[in-house]
């Protein structure tokens, strides 16, 4: 099993309030004036499932892909940061991928931004999921 099938299959275990620990492909990454120290503990704040066809959107996806996006609560020193998102995808045809960890910003009101938008914080080499 490669590393990013295991974090495939632990993302696929996290459920909502589960504590999750990252372990980032670098010692740590700076992101909106925020340090991050790899392992990054934190809990899964949501859970969002969706079906995506490149057809019927505008979006930066090759034919369908089914994607699972952790919405994790922010570090508490981040004021920064509304979440961190680690999303998987799961082609029809291709291989699983795992995407970057990355933070979304703290905005007013108007749609949250897509989450291949969100500045990136760094690779998952590994994640550890408790319930």
Known sequence: MTADSAVFDRVAEATEGDEVRLTLATEGATVGGVDFASPVVTRVA?????????????????????????????LGDDDAHSAYVLETRSPVVGADAVEPLRAHPRDGCGPSDDVTTLPVVAEVESIEVRS
């Not at 969002?48 to 919405?71: C, M, Y």
């Open 46 to 74: 949501a859970v969002r499932e969706e079906t995506v066809d490149a057809r019927q959107k505008d979006v930066d996806i090759d034919g369908i892909v089914d994607r699972r996006i952790l919405h994790l609560v922010p």
